[in-house]
Nanobody, 120 residues
Framework: QVQLVESGGGLVQPGGSLRLSCAASGTIFSINPMGWYRQAPGKQRELVASISSGGSTNYADSVKGRFTISRDNAKNTVYLQLNSLKPEDTAVYYC??????????????WGQGTQVTVSS
């Protein structure tokens, strides 16, 4: 029943910005921690940002200061604002509904992914 649908990916030049959205259904969204992962070619999937049910956020060091995760519980949607994009940010970005314990994010349900390509 849980469905996560990402949108907002695309091609952007270095230094540019994108805003990714993830619409959730089939869950009591407001109580769920959410995360954004990414997987670049030849690399493992990595957690880039997470947000607790209370709105506390965590970021991977590689994106800290450039990306912002947020949520709108009224819209059952989590966002990832990507600023100052670099070519190394190129990846498929996946929304995830999971759990948190001691500020550690644990993935559960996955979205289908949205491609972000940073290139001139």
């Amino acid at each position: 029943q849980v469905q996560l649908v990402e949108s907002g990916g695309g091609l952007v030049q270095p230094g540019g910005s994108l805003r990714l959205s993830c619409a959730a259904s089939g869950t009591i969204f407001s109580i769920n921690p959410m995360g954004w992962y990414r997987q670049a070619p030849g690399k493992q999937r990595e957690l880039v940002a997470s947000i607790s049910s209370g709105g506390s956020t965590n970021y991977a060091d590689s994106v800290k200061g450039r990306f912002t995760i947020s949520r709108d519980n009224a819209k059952n949607t989590v966002y990832l604002q990507l600023n100052s994009l670099k070519p190394e940010d190129t990846a498929v970005y996946y929304c995830n509904l999971g759990a948190m314990r001691r500020s550690q994010y644990y993935p559960n349900y996955w979205g289908q992914g949205t491609q972000v390509t940073v290139s001139s």
